[in-house]
């Protein structure tokens, strides 16, 4: 088991994710998308470009939209010391206020102590010390969420998506697992493998699913493959196969009947996170298009980014947690380019 929090590498990561710039597509702005998808939170915000996040509208450190918001913003480069420490500052209080109720964060969703151990990691805080409970102690997000968890009979019990970000947050900080673990970061990965189906996609609450569900579990095994474990080598092999028979004409992915940009971009993070560069490889280019030629389709004028098209054609208009998915996604190929590890969270490789 890993040990120590890597905050130190992550630090220096995002410095590294804030230098290059992308091109432009179509009709967008000149500024580069990712850039972009910060100038349209601000917008949506009701803030100027000098401001941060923290300044706006929607900013409520607890919330789901602000924190992946934030996490983006963070990753991009886009926020200051003095604005993840107020954020920080922010989010413990909201942690602490939750913690003086009965259920806390959540009564049965492991992933809003993962989300909120993320946003922590990120901004460089600890999250195994992150607000206080009325007892007065210190509250460990991780042993919470994660190790010890007790909300529901089973850590998974809102389906495998709290298996996934478990493993994305014991990656992402390399902490050290206690004595007497309820759930073993061994346990959790080979549970997660039972939520394959035969076509080789992983569900949300059964073996097989859909793209992104089949993603989100790559991310989260990314760590482990190639490492000598053939039963993950085998699962992530099958549900690469799987993404690519899946992915259609143009570069898209599809989510229901329609285009969505939210699964292109969940596509690319698994391959990013794998070490793949989906303009690179084969399985990856249909009709002469990527995954990543095919989420900048998605992009407005005013640099957000739509989840669809409308019945006559038309891109819908951009959302905030939309643009953040596209955003992380542009940055995890950033990462690869730059560093060889497109994986967003885990600093430990």
């Not at 900013?59 to 913003?73: E, H, M, Q, V």
């Not at 989010?91 to 259920?103: I, Q, R, T």
Request: glycine share 10%; with cysteine; aromatic share 10%.
């Amino acid at each position: 088991m890993k040990r120590g929090i890597k905050l130190t590498a992550l630090i220096l990561i995002l410095v590294m994710l804030s230098v290059s710039v992308l091109s432009a597509c179509g009709k967008a702005s000149a500024k580069d998308p990712i850039s972009g998808i910060y100038a349209f939170m601000q917008k949506e915000g009701r803030i100027d470009s000098d401001e941060s996040l923290t300044d706006a509208s929607f900013y409520k450190p607890g919330d789901a939209l602000t924190d992946w918001a934030f996490i983006f913003s963070v990753l991009a480069g886009k926020e200051n010391a003095e604005s993840r420490e107020k954020y920080l500052a922010d989010l413990e209080k909201s942690v602490s206020k939750a913690y003086e109720d009965v259920n806390k964060l959540s009564d049965f969703k492991a992933t809003e102590w993962h989300r909120a151990a993320l946003a922590v990691i990120v901004c460089g805080g600890d999250p195994t010390a992150f607000g206080t409970d009325p007892s007065g102690n210190k509250i460990d997000l991780v042993k919470d969420g994660i190790f010890f968890w007790n909300m529901t009979p089973e850590l998974d019990g809102q389906g495998s998506n709290a298996l996934v970000y478990a493993l994305m947050v014991l990656n992402a900080g390399g902490f050290e697992e206690p004595d007497g673990a309820v759930y073993t970061e061994e346990a959790i990965l080979q549970k997660l493998l039972t939520y394959q189906g035969e076509d080789g996609s992983f569900g949300l609450a059964s073996s097989g699913g859909d793209v992104d569900v089949t993603s989100m579990s790559l991310q989260a095994l990314a760590p482990y493959y190639g490492k000598g474990r053939p039963e993950v080598d085998s699962a992530v092999d099958r549900a690469l196969d799987y993404l690519s028979a899946e992915q259609v004409k143009g570069g898209y992915f599809l989510f229901g009947k329609g285009f969505s940009c939210e699964t292109c971009a969940q596509a690319i993070m698994a391959l990013a996170a794998l070490g793949i560069d989906p303009e690179e490889d084969e399985r990856f280019i249909k009709a002469g298009k990527s995954p990543e030629d095919a989420l900048l389709t998605f992009r407005n004028e005013d640099g957000g980014f739509g989840t669809g098209f409308e019945a006559d054609g038309s891109l819908m208009s951009g959302e905030i947690e939309t643009s953040r998915q596209a955003g992380c996604a542009l940055l995890a190929l950033k990462k690869l380019r730059e560093t060889g590890n497109g994986s967003l969270f885990d600093t430990a490789r």
